[in-house]
C-alpha cells in the first residue's frame, strides 16, 4: 500500500516512511491510497468472532500488503490484550468501554501497535544497531498511552516531554514511573513549549545526524488506523444483541483522530448509519458542519481536556476522505461530511449536568469526555436508531473532578493505584532548546 499526502505536494509514500516519517514533506497526513472494501460474508460472520479475529482482518485489509500475515496477527493479538465491551446504559444508549487497557484511555491500542509495528520493521530492515527514539509532547493522555506502548520495545527509547505541574498527578505517575526505555522530561513551560521542543528537535540536522528520531503523533497512520478496530467489534456485539439495523456511533472528538478511524471503518463497509462527533465547547468541527467554513481558533480549557483543540490535525483527513478524486469541491464535500455525520458541543456546565443527570437515572458514572457523547445520543436518537457512544478515558483518570461533581468516592483501579506507587524519575529541562539539544546530544 502506497500513502499520498493529504496536501498533494509530497512523493507518496511506503508504510514505513509513513509510519516513521509521520507527516508528509508538504506536511500534509498520509492517506492509503486504496481503501478496501471488506467481504460482505466478513461482515456478517464478525458477531461470531472474537475483537482479535476482527481486528486481526481488519489490520489486514490496511496493513496485509506489507506486514507478513503471522506477524501481523501477533501486532495484532499483542495489541489487543484487553477488551472493549459494550456496556447498556438505558434504553438505546450503549457506552462503548475503550478505557480497559493498560493506561486506562483509548489511546492504548493505537500506542501498542504502533510500537509493535515499529519494532517489526526495525527487525526487518535489519536497521537494529542504531536505537530509534521516540520524541512525544504530552499534555496527559498521550504521553502515558505511548510511554506504555512502548515500555520494554527493544530497540527503541521514548522521550515523554510534559509542562511541570500542568498534568495531573495520576497522569504524571503513567509515564514517569516505569524506567526502562523511558525517559520522562518535565519542562519548566506549558504545553506548547513542549511541542515546540520536539518540533525543534526534528528539525535540527546536527540531532538528526546524531540520533534517529521519530514521532509518535496521534496522526501517525500506525496510530490512528487502528482505532477503526473498535468499531468493527462494537458493530459486531451489537448485531449479536439485534440492534445493529440502525446504529448510531458517537465519539466525543478532539483532534478527531478516534471518529476518523471509525469514518474509515464505514468507507471500509461497516454498516453504521450515521456518526456524531461531539465536542466540548471547543466546536471547531460543530460549526464547520453548521456553516460549512472551518475556523480554527486557540483552544479553551474546559473539563473534558483531551478534547481542548482548537485546530483538530484530522480534519484534513476527513475533508480528503470526502473529497471526490481528491479535487476540492467545497461544497459537495461539505454536503457528504453532513448527510453523514452531525455534530454537538456542550459547556462545562453541561457536562457536569449530564453526568448528574446519567448518574441518578442510571448508576452509569460517565467521565467528562463521554458525558458529551451521551449527551448528543440522548438529544438527538431518532425513534427506531440504537445509539453506541465511546467512553474514552476510566472515570478515575479523573477522580477529583468525577468525585466532586457526583458526590460519590470512586475506586481506582489496582492497575492505575500500582502507577501511583512507583517512583517518580524525570530530567527536568527549561524551554530553551539549546538545553534540550544539549542533553540529547549526550545520549
Ligand atoms: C484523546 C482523547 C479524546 C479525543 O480523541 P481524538 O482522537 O483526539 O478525537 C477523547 N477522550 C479522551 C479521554 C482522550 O484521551
Known amino acids: 500500500m502506497k500513502y499520498y499526502s493529504t496536501n498533494g505536494k509530497a512523493p507518496v509514500a511506503d508504510l514505513e516512511k509513513a509510519v516513521v516519517k509521520g507527516l508528509a514533506e508538504d506536511r500534509g497526513l498520509y492517506m492509503p491510497e486504496t481503501i478496501h472494501h471488506l467481504p460482505k460474508a466478513f461482515i456478517a460472520d464478525m458477531p461470531d468472532m472474537s475483537f482479535r479475529d476482527i481486528a486481526y482482518n481488519v489490520a489486514s485489509n490496511f496493513f496485509g500488503d506489507d506486514i507478513d500475515e503471522d506477524a501481523l496477527q501477533d501486532i495484532v493479538y499483542d495489541t489487543l490484550s484487553f477488551d472493549c465491551p459494550v456496556v447498556k446504559v438505558k434504553d438505546n444508549i450503549y457506552a462503548l468501554e475503550l478505557f480497559h487497557g493498560p493506561t486506562l484511555a483509548f489511546k492504548d491500542v493505537g500506542a501498542r501497535f504502533m510500537a509493535r509495528l515499529l519494532r517489526y520493521m526495525l527487525r526487518k530492515g535489519g536497521a537494529t544497531d542504531q536505537t530509534v527514539n521516540v520524541l512525544v509532547a504530552t499534555s496527559g493522555d498521550t504521553g502515558s498511552a505511548v510511554a506504555n506502548g512502548f515500555l520494554g520495545v527493544e530497540g527503541i527509547h521514548v522521550y515523554v516531554l510534559y509542562p511541570k505541574g500542568k498534568v495531573s498527578p495520576i497522569q504524571e505517575c503513567q509515564f514517569t514511573t516505569l524506567g526502562q526505555n523511558i525517559t520522562a522530561i518535565e519542562v519548566d513551560g506549558v504545553f506548547d513549549d513542549c511541542q515546540s521542543l520536539v518540533k525543534s528537535a526534528f528539525m535540527d540536522e546536527e540531532l538528526n545526524r546524531h540520533m534517529k528520531l521519530t514521532s509518535a503523533n496521534s496522526i501517525n497512520v500506525a496510530r490512528f488506523l487502528p482505532q477503526a478496530f473498535y468499531y468493527f467489534n462494537a458493530y459486531a456485539r451489537m448485531k449479536a444483541l439485534g440492534k445493529a439495523d440502525e446504529l448510531v456511533m458517537c465519539v466525543p472528538s478532539g483532534n478527531f483522530g478516534n471518529i476518523c478511524s471509525a469514518l474509515f471503518g464505514h468507507e471500509m463497509g461497516l454498516p453504521i448509519k450515521r456518526f456524531i462527533a461531539a465536542n466540548n465547547a471547543n466546536d471547531i468541527f460543530y460549526k464547520y458542519l453548521q456553516t460549512g467554513k472551518y475556523e480554527p481558533k486557540a483552544s479553551v480549557q474546559t473539563l473534558a481536556n483531551a478534547m481542548d483543540v482548537g485546530d483538530p490535525s484530522n480534519f484534513a483527513r476527513i475533508i480528503n476522505l470526502y473529497s471526490e478524486n481528491g479535487k476540492l469541491d467545497e461544497t459537495a464535500t461539505h454536503k457528504r461530511i453532513t448527510s453523514l455525520i452531525s455534530g454537538a458541543a456542550y459547556s462545562d456546565d453541561q457536562i457536569r449536568e449530564t453526568m448528574r443527570q446519567c448518574f441518578s437515572e442510571t448508576g452509569y458514572v460517565l467521565d467528562p ?36 461533581i457526583l458526590g460519590i468516592d470512586i475506586d481506582i483501579p489496582t492497575r492505575l493505584r500500582a502507577f501511583m506507587e512507583g517512583e517518580k524519575q ?17 545520549r
Not at 458529551?372 to 479523573?398: D, I
Not at 530553551?432 to 542533553?439: E, G, M, P, T
Open 369 to 404: 469526555h463521554g458525558a458529551c457523547g451521551y449527551r448528543a445520543l440522548q438529544e438527538s436518537l431518532r425513534p427506531g436508531e440504537v445509539g453506541v457512544f465511546c467512553e474514552t478515558a476510566h472515570p478515575a483518570k479523573f477522580k477529583e473532578k468525577v468525585d466532586q
Open 426 to 442: 524525570s530530567v527536568a529541562m527549561s524551554k530553551d532548546f539549546a538545553d534540550f539539544k544539549s542533553y540529547l546530544l549526550t
